[in-house]
């Protein structure tokens, strides 16, 4: 019997966005079939796509793109109304205008104090700008008082990066390479890094990160930044410490078991969360990935529910529907 399950890498498209973003998912759009009607609907169609995958709990936040802090406001209000309209099968992280990090800040505020919101997914840079700089020290720390999440999530390149992923092949599989091929994840991981680096972990200690997708290569090269690491300043808290206290990570878009067997052995099985990256996967494939895992004899039963539903229960303080 497959345990209840939390996915909290799951997208939508607001009304207040609207087609704005459409030449940016041009390759996703034409890879999957029906796309543009799952991320525009915040009911029927999402609901019976969850019951395919047996997802109970469904963390919804806005597809990436960066919108600025009036898009933001309305996108997120459209999917608090969706919340209420289902709130035990719907919770909401907010999406924050990172171009302005004193803007992220209060509406990050806004939306957990006032909307219920369990934390925030925002684009990984900014036209290739980072966060790890002083300006937006008002961000993490509201993240920090209010003891909410913040998934960084992968974004497109911006134009000075776009040279590292065009060759002697296609515009599509420049597209592909750009983003959910390779550029994604490796912008996601540097990002993390970049963060460690500038001190940001020991200027708000209790700063939690997720990282979708087997925790965008980090996990695979753990040993390898742990060594090379105590070059890049004076932390007080050397990588290890960080990765095993701040960075949470995700399944969301990955079905294998191999990399599985690779985080299971170094990083904490609390730390490790179900998610599946709807509608960008089928809900289906993720519920097939469970299964496998819970047949391989490579974690427990506790463990399995730990990493399905009860990680994601303590971290965001939700219930999944038994």
Not at 140 to 168: K, Q
Request: hydrophobic fraction near 40%; aromatic fraction near 10%; glycine fraction near 8%.
């Amino acid at each position: 019997m497959v345990p209840p399950l939390i996915t909290l890498e799951e997208h939508f498209f607001s009304t207040a966005v609207g087609s704005a973003l459409n030449d940016k998912y041009t390759e996703q759009f034409k890879a999957i079939p029906g796309l543009q009607e799952q991320l525009t609907d915040l009911e029927h169609r999402r609901l019976a796509d969850m019951e395919k995958g047996q997802v109970s709990l469904q963390v919804v936040s806005h597809a990436p793109g960066a919108p600025g802090p009036k898009e933001c406001m309305a996108a997120n209000d459209q999917l608090a109304d969706a919340i209420k309209r289902n709130p035990s099968r719907f919770a909401g992280f907010a999406v924050l205008p990172v171009a302005e990090p004193e803007e992220c800040a209060k509406e990050l505020e806004r939306t957990v104090k006032e909307k219920g919101f369990v934390g925030a997914l925002i684009d990984c840079h900014f036209n290739g700008k980072y966060f790890d700089g002083d300006e937006y020290d008002v961000m993490w720390r509201m993240f920090e008082a209010l003891d909410v999440p913040c998934y960084i999530h992968p974004t497109w390149p911006s134009d000075d990066m776009l040279p590292r992923y065009t060759g002697n092949f296609t515009a599509g599989a420049a597209r592909s390479l750009g983003a959910s091929g390779w550029g994604w994840h490796n912008e996601v991981g540097l990002h993390v890094l970049r963060l460690y680096a500038s001190g940001k972990f020991d200027k708000f200690p209790k700063l939690k990160i997720i990282i979708g997708h087997f925790g965008e290569m980090i996990p695979f090269m753990l040993q390898r930044i742990e060594k090379l690491s105590v070059r890049w300043g004076d932390q007080k808290r050397k990588w290890r410490q960080v990765y095993d206290e701040n960075i949470w990570i995700t399944t969301s878009g990955c079905w294998s078991l191999d990399p599985m067997r690779c985080i299971l052995s170094n990083t904490r099985i609390d730390h490790i969360l179900y998610s599946v990256d709807y509608p960008f996967e089928k809900n289906e494939n993720g519920l097939k990935w469970v299964e496998e895992l819970k047949e391989s004899g490579l974690v427990t039963e506790e463990q399995m529910n730990m990493i399905a539903y009860k990680n994601s229960e303590s971290l965001l303080r939700v219930q999944a529907p038994r």
